[in-house]
């Protein structure tokens, strides 16, 4: 489906809507994404990123109908992740081999690595420019957001920011920028940070302060998935802070699986008594909670209870999924305990108490195990459990 949006003078996504994928790496995308990409004409014409190899055909036809690929001069690659750069082998067949490609050091690796080609690359890194004509192209080196190879591109006079996958969300939709779309676009950017970024926050807030250093002119940020922030960049660039610097608040997540509902019902009484004490809860069922969904309501919340019954000496399987996904994202600040039912041998608390220290998170309890079916008693300890956890989530934050 075609589509070519103009967002500056001579400026213009050229990238494509991917509506039917719904699982990006393990993450949902329910509302597809977008791979973007951004022609800019001058006195030689530009293209940033190119998009998913099986929607070359689709890029080179919004690239047509501004001008014919042939008339491309330069490529910058952002980033080599397949998202972005699947479509240059097809791409640099039409236009030319010989026609420079721009990226970092480890971009130039990688795309060696990938597509087993040696293209015309001139490495850039940051505070490199490419000056045509009366446009200025600028380089900022962002490791780790999301590769190593990963770079921005700055148009200077312009003050458009080509941030790649950072400010992105897996969105697909009718509507193109942040001034149409509004507020709603927010958590999808919520969830992209929380399953995409998080375990880099330490280099956003670097990221953030360079930006602040370098002083850069943003008004208008095009990221390579999703949206185009064009109206209130700041808005993004905030909500980036605030995620990066992992605040938490009185919110704890109840994550939990259950084979006859015994661990369940310890789950509702654990729940109950964090809410007791007047704080937040999400009670997330992981064969009901996508992964993705949990990860995002577990970044800005304060405390991370697990449950699972015992299983073969083990955890429930979907929970030790989502426990792998979790640690992986290395989200920090968190209080923690688990809880469990169990026939006979009864591990899956002590084994999900390990994960957590694994995860660097502040176990607050030994936690709650209960023998087949609990009783009065066993909901109330469980309960208990929930009280202690608010109330030492709440002494941490006064
Ligand atoms: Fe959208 Fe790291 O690729």
Redesign the pocket.
Known sequence: MYKVIKIDDGVYSVGCRDWDIRDFHGYSTYEGTT?NAFLVLGEKNVLIDTVKETFSDELLTNIRRIIDPKKIDIVISN?T????SGSIPKLMHIIGKDKPIYCSKMGKKNLKNHFNSDFNFHIVGTGDELKIGKRTFSFIETKML??PD?MFTYLVDEGILFS??AF?QHYSGDLFFDDEIGDQIIPHAKKYYAN?LLPFSSKVQALLKDIDKLGLKINMICP??GIIWRDDPSKIIKAYDKWSKQDVYAKAVVIFDSMWESTANMAKAVAGGIESEAVNVRLMNTRKWHRSDIVTEILDAGAVVVGSPTLNNGIFPVVADVMTYIKGLRPQNKIAAAFGSYGWSGEAVKILNGMLVEMGMEIVDDGVKVQYVPDKDDLKRSFDLGVKIAKKLKDKLS
Do not use: C
């Open positions: 791979y980033h992740e397949m998202d972005h999301h590769w990963s790649s996958d992105g995409i390579d998935h």
